[in-house]
């Protein structure tokens, strides 16, 4: 964070501030990827979230992740990070194995028995997202 004051008031004052938050806004949901690490998520995605305030108000995110026990944690780390720039999560979620969903632990070769979950992953994401766009002004 480099911006003189709190991404809450809206008032951004770099380039490269105003080009993130005007990439954020022009989406009505998200699906975030993340890595579990230390038990939570990366310090790059967590400053990437920081970075804005109301461009993620009321919109939905979904959360996909991976790690050594499937990224969990760092998930639900994310939906407490979501909650505070007002973010709506849905309920599902993909949690991947680096054991048993990649090759040599880094090819993702994800198990069929994740099709269903993903497929209702996307569902629910795109029913949120539509039902979130009519509480925005």
Request: glycine share 6%; net charge negative; no cysteine.
């Amino acid at each position: 964070m480099d911006e003189p004051l709190p991404p809450s008031m809206g008032q951004y004052q770099h380039d490269h501030t105003k080009a993130w938050a005007a990439k954020v806004d022009e989406f009505d949901g998200y699906v975030f990827v993340t890595p579990e690490y230390n038990h939570s998520i990366p310090g790059a995605l967590k400053n990437a979230i920081d970075f804005a305030y109301a461009e993620w108000n009321d919109k939905a995110a979904a959360f996909v992740s991976y790690g050594t026990v499937g990224g969990i944690r760092a998930a639900e780390h994310l939906r407490s990070i979501a909650s505070a720039v007002q973010l709506a999560h849905v309920h599902q979620q993909l949690a991947f194995s680096l054991f048993t969903d990649f090759e040599n632990l880094s090819l993702f070769k994800p198990g069929a028995h994740h099709d269903e979950a993903a497929t209702r992953l996307f569902d629910e994401l795109e029913s949120w997202s539509r039902a979130m766009k009519t509480l925005r002004r």
